[in-house]
């Protein structure tokens, strides 16, 4: 169908349509309306295009093509040999007999590959990392052949049978994560008119039962963990850790633009709130700020305030969870139940659980923890914003007081 277009510096509109020649093959027609009105020149365009197929008389051979190919396509499906390939490049065919348009084709690896280099710009790196991996593992389960295939040769199937070979060796919770990735990308492929439904959708998100219960730190043990750190910069994160309940991540990366000396306090957006733009503000408890005071201190506000921990990667062999967990182990505080995924009851994060339970347990109101920890919704936040300084600072004073 003819469209209209305007050039730059020139009044009139302008259309543009194609002819196909008798090879099939389709040419583009450019010619002036002669009018500055668009709807004008809407309804000229569509009388000049009429016009030029009258003239070259290709209106009868270009239907006879697609009934050609229309023929054909039916002759192999009653024949039971009209395969997706098939079905595929006669649809091409007529598409662009039809526009002289491709057909774009998506296999399943060019479209995830797609997806993926599209979140780039769109998550936090961290998002982005499990992204990575979820896309990584999806397409070496395929191999090489299948990942070859177009999009929509994926079934429901294949993705069920995806997901058993992800429970060998990990929690359903981790499971379910994967499958809420893979689930995003062909529910983009859905959404473009690439496929009509999403395959994924089907399958049931997994029980957690299998999760592992994490339980909180006590104080003899944070004790025994600051005392033994096997540097400044890891006893600086465990005080952090267990007086904001931070995430490792969020511990190791602060930088002393988040630290005021001054006032006494932490501010800082966590990773994982980090697209919601939730801002926490912490006052320091009193062995954390004496360590903060006598720990070098940078002029620039950029600088890491744990610069050895700031550039490793919190997963990974040699990361920061499992480096604490190594540590744990070589100090004799317990990591608690091996989970079959690997992933131990206790670890870094169970300074979020001390963290809450320390507050919980000494009355403080579950609204001044949730301000302190970044538990909010947007609207909640708001609620909540109003909280003084001094009031939260006399919720920190109420965690127990350590050795170290």
């Known amino acids: 169908m003819a469209s209209v277009y305007r050039r730059e510096n020139s009044r009139n509109w302008e259309c543009a349509f194609y002819l196909p020649n008798q090879d099939g093959k389709a040419r583009k027609v450019r010619k002036s309306t002669g009018t500055k009105n668009r709807r004008e020149a809407e309804r000229i365009a569509i009388e000049l295009e009429r016009k030029a197929r009258d003239l070259a008389g290709i209106d009868q051979a270009h239907g006879q093509k697609i009934h050609a190919i229309l023929n054909q396509a039916g002759e192999d499906a009653l024949k039971e040999r009209l395969t997706v390939a098939k079905a ?19 296999t399943v690896k060019r479209w995830a590959d797609e997806w993926l280099e ?43 049978q995806f997901r058993d070979s992800l429970r060998e060796g990990r929690a359903a919770r981790t499971v379910n994560a994967y499958m809420k990735d893979v689930s995003s990308i062909f529910g983009a492929a859905v959404d473009e008119g690439l496929i009509p439904n999403n395959p994924v959708k089907p399958l049931k998100a997994l029980p957690v039962t299998d999760s592992v219960t994490r339980s909180p730190f ?15 910069d890891w006893r600086g994160i465990i005080l952090l850790g267990a007086h904001t309940g931070l995430r490792i991540g969020d511990c190791a990366g602060i930088t002393w633009g988040n630290v005021d000396l001054s006032m006494g306090t932490l501010t800082i957006i966590p990773k994982k709130t980090q697209r919601k733009g939730v801002e926490v503000r912490i006052p320091l408890a009193a062995p954390l700020r004496e360590f903060l005071e006598s720990h070098p201190i940078a002029d620039d506000p950029k600088t890491p305030v744990f610069p050895s921990l700031a550039c ?25 139940e091996k989970h079959q995924s690997g992933m131990h009851a206790r670890g870094f994060h ?37 909280h003084e300084l001094t009031s939260l600072q006399r919720a920190i004073e109420c965690l127990p007081g350590l050795d170290a």
């Open 118 to 160: 599209r979140k780039r710009s769109q998550v936090s790196k961290a998002t982005l990392q499990r992204y990575e991996c979820s896309h990584r593992a999806f397409l070496s389960w395929l191999g090489e052949q299948r990942s070859q295939k177009p999009l929509e040769a994926v079934t429901t199937t294949h993705f069920r």
């Open 312 to 336: 490793l990667s919190v997963s990974g062999k040699k990361g920061l969870s499992m480096t604490f967990g190594r540590f744990m182990e070589s100090t004799g505080v317990s990591r608690g």
């Open 350 to 386: 169970n300074f979020r659980r001390t963290f809450i339970s320390w507050l919980t347990n000494a009355g403080v109101a579950h609204e001044v923890r949730e301000a302190m920890t970044g538990h909010l919704d947007s609207e909640t936040h708001k609620l909540y914003t109003h």
């Open 88 to 106: 595929r490049t006669y649809l091409a065919e007529i598409l662009k007999l039809s526009t002289g348009e491709e057909l774009t084709t998506y």
């Open 218 to 232: 006590l104080p003899e043990e944070v004790n025994r963990l600051i005392s033994k750190a096997p540097s400044e």
